[in-house]
T-cell receptor
């Protein structure tokens, strides 16, 4: 079975600083990987997804993520944090191994942006 | 364009009461999902439906039942609510029914449920 691990349940950065949110996955087959964002009192929205077309994936709001097979990682980055980036971020992997249609989510990382 | 609509947004139940959470999507999606979100545990899949007329258990199905009433609607029922079911519940959908798992999920805004 596939899984994802997000390192750090809370991350704080200063406005204008680099954002780095970590995600490692476990998969016996080439995975599809996703980053979702959840703003307060809202549902999740897709930030970006990796589907094997390119290892560096660009998403909305200036975020990007790099798929590194050797490190089994899919870390999310943004060069300069903005106050509006404060939210909870979830890494997810699609479970393509069991013939089902499930997505497995990580436990989430809450990003705080300091003025 | 409403997307995925969940009702109610908030609900308080007493232990042992029953209720149904409603979910409807207007995007002609085939697959629909119910997740619960708990602090420190992320989102956990309760049930899903790959197409109209089919439902399958996810990670945490105990205490819940579902109905895929038609292509648009996927309801989640708590027959006898327990305090452990206090959570935020999200419905989601995606267009494909096959193993096209590179598709994104569309989420509703959630139902906050408290069981006393």
């Amino acid at each position: 079975a596939q899984s994802v691990t997000q390192l750090g349940s809370h991350v704080s950065v200063s406005e204008g600083a680099l954002v780095l949110l970590r995600c490692n996955y476990s998969s016996s087959v080439p995975p599809y990987l996703f980053w979702y964002v959840q703003y307060p009192n809202q549902g999740l929205q897709l930030l970006l997804k990796y589907t094997s077309a390119a290892t560096l994936v660009k998403g909305i709001n200036g975020f990007e993520a790099e798929f590194k097979k050797s490190e089994t990682s899919f870390h999310l980055t943004k060069p300069s944090a903005h106050m509006r980036d404060a939210a909870e971020y979830f890494c997810a992997v699609s479970d393509a191994t069991s013939g089902t249609y499930k997505y497995i989510f990580g436990t989430g990382t809450r990003l705080k942006v300091l003025a | 364009n409403a997307g995925v609509t969940q009702t109610p947004k908030f609900q308080v139940l007493k232990t042992g009461q029953s209720m149904t959470l409603q979910c409807a999507q207007d995007m002609n999606h085939n697959s629909m999902y119910w997740y619960r979100q708990d602090p420190g545990m992320g989102l956990r899949l309760i049930y899903y439906s790959a197409s109209e007329g089919t439902t399958d258990k996810g990670e945490v199905p105990n205490g819940y039942n579902v109905s895929r009433l038609n292509k648009r609607e996927f309801s989640l029922r708590l027959e006898s609510a327990a305090p452990s079911q206090t959570s935020v519940y999200f419905c989601a959908s995606k267009i494909g029914r096959t193993l096209s798992t590179n598709e994104k999920l569309f989420f509703g805004s959630g139902t906050q449920l408290s069981v006393l």
